[in-house]
């Protein structure tokens, strides 16, 4: 792999991470507009990362393999 595809390849990953961040903040926020309690809405964002955090990296996967 070359220096750019190694760089675009971290890039990537911290997009991806960054996308489940703000998912995991409006899942919050959501839940907490909804009147649950900090737990729950804790929980709810929670969730939302993992799952959000799970599509990004799988469809990067098919994305790098394609691109290899």
Do not use: E, N, Q, Y
């Given at each position: 792999?070359s ?22 903040g ?7 507009w909804?009147?649950?309690?900090v737990?729950?809405?804790?929980a ?5 990362f993992a ?5 990004i990296?799988a469809v990067l996967?098919v ?6």
């Amino acid at each position: 792999m070359s220096l750019t595809h190694t760089a675009m390849l971290v890039l990537s990953i911290t997009l991806a991470v960054v996308l489940s961040l703000l998912a995991a903040g409006a899942a919050f926020a959501v839940a907490r507009w909804g009147g649950s309690p900090v737990p729950a809405c804790i929980a709810a964002s929670g969730k939302a990362f993992a799952t959000s955090l799970s599509v990004i990296s799988a469809v990067l996967v098919v994305v790098v393999t394609v691109v290899k």
